[in-house]
């Protein structure tokens, strides 16, 4: 497979070098492939997976996969800047991991790029690809999703496909789902089984509005295991509730910390901020959700709500003011 994708792109002619197994056997991390040319260097990790059918399988991916993708990607980078026999370039690399499935596709993972890798042959294809920066930026940017999804508001298509492109690109709704969680800290299957507990109960107080007795119960969890972001969004959560917001704040820095592509942790977040008095950091949290997540849930709406009231009742300066209308603009 590497040998054969690295011909495809030697078409474009740039510089590719495929790694071979002694080489593979001195590096250390691992690189796939190397593409070059007089002002980029971009690093590939090819991933041969499948479809993921639920999302227990896509978070397994994301830890099982992708998070150690990324650690050898930035393991070679690091080898490969001193002297060696298998790679030099003045150029610091980009680092994409192609992978065959579709999932947390576009996201930095350390640092990593994750491009699909039919998305890629497809660019390939594109006469208007010259450079390898060009590449780089199609993929990285989405453009050929946005550009699809911006021919709503094209005046010289039929009013019926315009019509077939809006269903496709409806806003996907935002939702807490627990049927991926599943703790990896532990090969001992009782204490799983107990942590699981716990945290399942937590999550029955709070549905019963037994706010407190879910909280120190979460607050359990986090003590048993830091590394459960899950955990610290619902503290946040609560204190929010709670209108404990600067604690709340803390606990919702802390679960995108661990979890940073989670965005049902970050709307929560913007929405507690908006709530406390900062209208501000609130809506500004909004544009970057929606810059993230451009089809996600009401992203749009709540935005447009909290910032017309901002101006109504004059609670923002017009600095900030300038500053969210100009980013916000540039979005839409």
């Given at each position: 497979m590497e040998n054969h994708f690295g011909d495809l792109i030697k078409l474009k002619k740039w510089n590719v070098k495929v790694i071979n197994d002694k080489e593979a056997g001195e590096l250390k991390g691992d690189v796939d492939i190397f593409v070059e040319d007089k002002d980029t260097l971009l690093f590939i990790q090819l991933k041969r997976t499948y479809f993921r059918l639920n999302l227990k399988d896509a978070y397994n991916e994301t830890i099982n996969t992708d998070s150690k993708a990324?650690?050898?990607?930035?393991?070679?980078?690091?080898?490969?800047?001193?002297?060696?026999?298998?790679?030099?370039?003045?150029?610091?690399?980009?680092?994409?991991?192609?992978?065959?499935?579709?999932?947390?596709?576009?996201?930095?993972?350390?640092?990593?790029?994750?491009?699909?890798?039919?998305?890629?042959?497809?660019?390939?294809?594109?006469?208007?690809?010259?450079k390898l920066s060009d590449l780089i930026n199609e993929l990285e940017s989405d453009k050929n999703l946005k550009l699809f999804a911006s021919s709503i508001f094209n005046a010289e298509l039929p009013i019926e496909d315009r019509q077939i492109v809006s269903d496709v690109v409806k806003p996907l709704g935002?939702?807490?789902?627990?049927?991926?969680?599943?703790?990896?800290?532990?090969?001992?299957?009782?204490?799983?089984?107990?942590?699981?507990?716990?945290?399942?109960?937590?999550?029955?107080?709070?549905?019963?509005?037994?706010?407190?007795?879910?909280?120190?119960?979460?607050?359990?969890?986090?003590?048993?295991?830091?590394?459960?972001?899950?955990?610290?969004?619902?503290?946040?959560?609560?204190?929010a509730n709670m209108k404990i917001f600067e604690n709340s704040f803390i606990a919702f820095r802390k679960a995108l910390e661990l979890l940073p592509n989670d965005p049902y942790i970050s709307r929560n977040y913007s929405i507690a901020l908006l709530e406390a008095g900062k209208y501000f950091d609130g809506l500004q949290l909004i544009i970057q959700l929606f810059e993230k997540f451009p089809m996600l849930g009401d992203m749009r709406f709540l935005f447009e709500k909290h910032f017309d009231q901002c101006l109504k009742y004059g609670l923002l300066e017009l600095e900030e003011i300038l500053h969210l209308q100009t980013k916000w603009n540039s979005l839409n």
């Open positions: 990324a650690k050898q990607l930035n393991e070679a980078e690091k080898y490969l800047e001193k002297e060696n026999s298998i790679y030099y370039s003045k150029h610091k690399p980009v680092k994409w991991i192609v992978s065959t499935s579709f999932e947390n596709i576009g996201n930095k993972i350390n640092g990593c790029h994750k491009v699909n890798y039919f998305e890629f042959l497809n660019a390939l294809k594109n006469p208007e690809i010259i935002i939702f807490e789902s627990k049927c991926y969680k599943q703790f990896l800290f532990s090969d001992d299957e009782k204490e799983t089984e107990k942590y699981n507990s716990i945290f399942n109960e937590a999550i029955n107080m709070g549905s019963e509005g037994k706010q407190n007795d879910a909280l120190i119960l979460f607050q359990k969890c986090v003590s048993l295991h830091p590394n459960d972001g899950d955990a610290f969004g619902e503290i946040a959560n609560i204190l």
